[in-house]
């Protein structure tokens, strides 16, 4: 890693290295974000924001990859949960708009194994995500999700015995 290279407040990040992996990242941000592209580059933009003021230090305790990826998470959980928060005053003031407002957005037409992975439990969906898709091994997307190493095999463990009984059956 060149000295030019570095970010200025979080020297151990790379523009280069965040410039590879930015396909992935964003990837990972449409998924958080029920595939809407606009909050996707949003959530990837307040990452790098994150990223370059500081704000989100990347100490070397785990991959770069695996950091960039929790950060993301962690500022799509914090969108959803003030997201959640609104509607719910909203609902208290206007009852029939809550209803409305809180169906899920599901993605377009993907194939018959992606419909057999949205229809699994959220942890199960996330852990097959990060892995299958993203590359990650469990033990980097358990950090991701936010669970330990233990908790992400069982996840990933549930998650193939269950696409197993559903492709098996359709």
Not at 76 to 102: K, N, P, W
Not at 128 to 138: M, N, S, Y
Request: glycine share 8%.
């Amino acid at each position: 890693m060149r000295d030019s290279d570095v970010l200025d407040n979080n020297p151990h990040v790379s523009r280069s290295a965040l410039e590879a992996m930015h396909g992935q990242v964003f990837g990972w941000a449409l998924s958080r974000c029920n595939y809407e592209q606009a909050v996707a580059e949003d959530l990837v933009q307040q990452a790098y924001v994150e990223l370059l003021t500081g704000k989100a230090r990347f100490d070397g305790a785990s991959s770069l990859k695996t950091f960039v990826f929790a950060v993301v998470q962690n500022l799509a959980r914090s969108r959803y949960r003030r997201a959640a928060s609104r509607l719910r005053l909203a609902g208290a003031l206007h009852a029939e708009t809550q209803d409305d407002a809180t169906q899920p957005v599901e993605p377009g037409e993907t194939g018959g194994i992606w419909d057999a992975v949205q229809r699994l439990p959220q942890r199960q969906r996330d852990i097959i995500e990060l892995v299958f898709c993203r590359d990650l091994t469990v033990e980097e997307a358990s950090r991701v999700m936010g669970v330990s190493t233990g908790t992400g095999r069982v996840h990933y463990d549930r998650a193939k015995k269950a696409l197993r009984g559903k492709l098996a059956h359709d």
